[in-house]
């Protein structure tokens, strides 16, 4: 009996676990800080006054048909391949005879002042209740405003969430009874255009879409501070008591508190073989592997299945697999009935894209579910939810 250790409770941990569900020779342990998985497609959806509980699923239910794999709620922290070992925060020392670091990626700031005490993020569920609060607050108290929402970062979350945000906000108003509220949303990207991890035409397209829906895209444009009412942007100050942080992500930390095991790349995630090793025994996927298609659920997924073809391989005494991933398609909603199409070269736009957005969701919630657990959640991501009674009471 194999013990494989995961550490890592998302996209690509998950998916391993239960790709590995079958096999009677091998247990596996998840190591994971917190005992919910977050569903990142559907993180701007619930920020936007939509359901959080598809977004944020409990691991234990969601690992519940996989009787070989034992849930620990921990943070990793060291790693010793000499001896096999995994030490977490707390001081538990977990053996393994493969280990798979799948921890994802950590927000960054990149030192700017201000925005880790005033801005919100959307990234957790904690930081979206946060944020509904703050917007349903802010709004309650003001019977006549003129008011700017900022979103920092123009790629796929920057977006969608610019593309929902006003209707959410203007919503609020509507229910607290606010007749005199102008919304003003804004999208500031660094880089000179929108969404740089898409082709060109893709981007215009986005950001065709964006400018029809009344949001005031500033590219070329930095941000160097924020108080709790400015922010300063290489483009002028903006006054806003909202900015929402969707810029900057790292590597998780763990990397480099074991540089002496792990390989970093420029931009700090760690370098494979053909294999997604850095050892013979540790793999490493997702997010935290510097491969051309890392940073996507869809890559993550697919490390995953390469993981567990590979571990059996092994086993087995059978030939290995050599693909580990190729160009995924992604599909950006940009408000309600729109989204954008790309794969590869290819990019098609519009209404009828926004349903293969729908049903891409099942697609990945399966990949992390099955098939019966994820029709239950993902019938549920149109449902509205809110927390403010005045807004329940005027439904």
Same mark, same amino acid.
């Given at each position: 009996?194999?013990?494989?250790?995961?550490?890592?409770?998302?996209?690509?941990?998950?998916?391993?676990?239960?790709?590995?569900?079958?096999?009677?020779?091998? $247990?596996? $342990?998840?190591?994971?800080?917190?005992?919910?998985?977050?569903?990142?497609?559907?993180?701007?959806?619930?920020?936007?006054?939509?359901?959080?509980?598809?977004?944020?699923?409990?691991?234990?239910?969601?690992?519940?048909?996989?009787?070989? $794999?034992?849930?620990?709620?921990?943070?990793?922290?060291?790693?010793?391949?000499?001896?096999?070992?995994?030490?977490? !925060?707390?001081?538990?020392?977990?053996?393994?005879?493969?280990?798979?670091?799948? !921890?994802?990626?950590?927000?960054?700031?990149?030192?700017?002042?201000?925005?880790?005490?005033?801005?919100?993020?959307?990234?957790?569920?904690?930081?979206?209740?946060?944020?509904?609060?703050?917007?349903?607050?802010?709004?309650?108290?003001?019977?006549?405003?003129?008011?700017?929402?900022?979103?920092?970062?123009?790629?796929?979350?920057?977006?969608?969430?610019?593309?929902?945000?006003?209707?959410?906000?203007?919503?609020?108003?509507?229910?607290?009874?606010?007749?005199?509220?102008?919304?003003?949303?804004?999208? #500031?990207?660094?880089?000179?255009?929108?969404?740089?991890? !898409?082709?060109?035409?893709?981007?215009?397209?986005?950001?065709?879409?964006?400018?029809?829906?009344?949001?005031?895209?500033?590219?070329? $444009?930095?941000?160097?501070?924020?108080?709790?009412?400015?922010?300063?942007?290489?483009?002028?100050?903006?006054?806003?008591?909202?900015?929402?942080?969707?810029?900057?992500?790292?590597?998780?930390?763990?990397?480099?508190?074991?540089?002496?095991?792990?390989? !970093?790349?420029?931009?700090?995630?760690?370098?494979?073989?053909?294999?997604?090793?850095?050892?013979?025994?540790?793999?490493?996927?997702?997010?935290?592997?510097?491969?051309?298609?890392?940073?996507?659920?869809?890559?993550?997924?697919?490390?995953?299945?390469?993981?567990?073809?590979?571990?059996?391989?092994?086993?087995?005494?059978?030939?290995?697999?050599?693909?580990?991933?190729?160009?995924?398609?992604?599909?950006?909603?940009?408000?309600?009935?729109?989204? #954008?199409?790309?794969?590869?070269?290819?990019?098609?736009?519009?209404?009828?894209?926004?349903?293969?957005?729908?049903?891409?969701?099942?697609?990945?919630?399966?990949?992390?579910?099955?098939?019966?657990?994820?029709?239950? #959640?993902?019938?549920?991501?149109?449902?509205?939810?809110?927390?403010?009674?005045?807004?329940?009471?005027?439904?």
């Amino acid at each position: 009996m194999k013990h494989v250790v995961i550490a890592g409770g998302g996209f690509a941990g998950v998916s391993l676990a239960r790709q590995l569900k079958s096999q009677k020779d091998i $247990t596996v $342990t998840i190591i994971n800080k917190s005992s919910d998985f977050r569903y990142y497609p559907a993180l701007y959806r619930a920020a936007t006054g939509l359901k959080l509980g598809t977004a944020r699923l409990p691991l234990e239910w969601m690992l519940i048909d996989t009787p070989r $794999t034992k849930l620990v709620i921990d943070t990793v922290a060291k790693i010793d391949p000499a001896h096999k070992t995994i030490n977490t !925060l707390s001081g538990q020392k977990i053996s393994y005879d493969y280990a798979v670091i799948a !921890l994802g990626s950590v927000t960054t700031y990149f030192n700017i002042q201000g925005l880790p005490e005033n801005s919100y993020g959307i990234k957790s569920p904690d930081e979206i209740i946060k944020l509904r609060t703050h917007l349903h607050d802010k709004i309650s108290q003001k019977s006549d405003a003129d008011e700017n929402y900022v979103i920092v970062g123009a790629g796929p979350t920057g977006a969608e969430l610019a593309g929902g945000l006003g209707v959410y906000v203007k919503l609020i108003t509507k229910k607290h009874k606010i007749k005199k509220h102008r919304v003003k949303i804004w999208l #500031v990207e660094a880089g000179p255009r929108i969404l740089p991890q !898409l082709s060109e035409e893709a981007a215009r397209a986005v950001h065709k879409r964006l400018n029809k829906l009344g949001v005031n895209i500033l590219v070329s $444009t930095t941000v160097s501070k924020e108080t709790v009412h400015t922010l300063s942007t290489s483009s002028g100050i903006i006054k806003t008591n909202t900015v929402i942080w969707t810029a900057g992500t790292a590597n998780n930390p763990f990397f480099e508190q074991n540089s002496q095991y792990f390989n !970093l790349n420029p931009k700090g995630r760690v370098i494979v073989n053909k294999h997604l090793q850095v050892q013979d025994n540790i793999y490493v996927i997702g997010d935290n592997a510097a491969t051309p298609n890392s940073g996507l659920a869809i890559t993550a997924v697919r490390h995953a299945k390469f993981v567990a073809d590979d571990l059996v391989a092994h086993l087995k005494k059978k030939k290995r697999p050599k693909k580990y991933e190729s160009s995924g398609v992604q599909v950006i909603p940009v408000g309600k009935g729109w989204a #954008v199409l790309q794969f590869k070269n290819f990019v098609i736009s519009g209404r009828l894209i926004s349903l293969v957005r729908i049903a891409a969701d099942y697609i990945g919630y399966s990949d992390v579910l099955g098939k019966l657990k994820a029709f239950t #959640v993902w019938s549920n991501t149109e449902k509205s939810e809110e927390d403010c009674d005045t807004c329940n009471k005027s439904s």
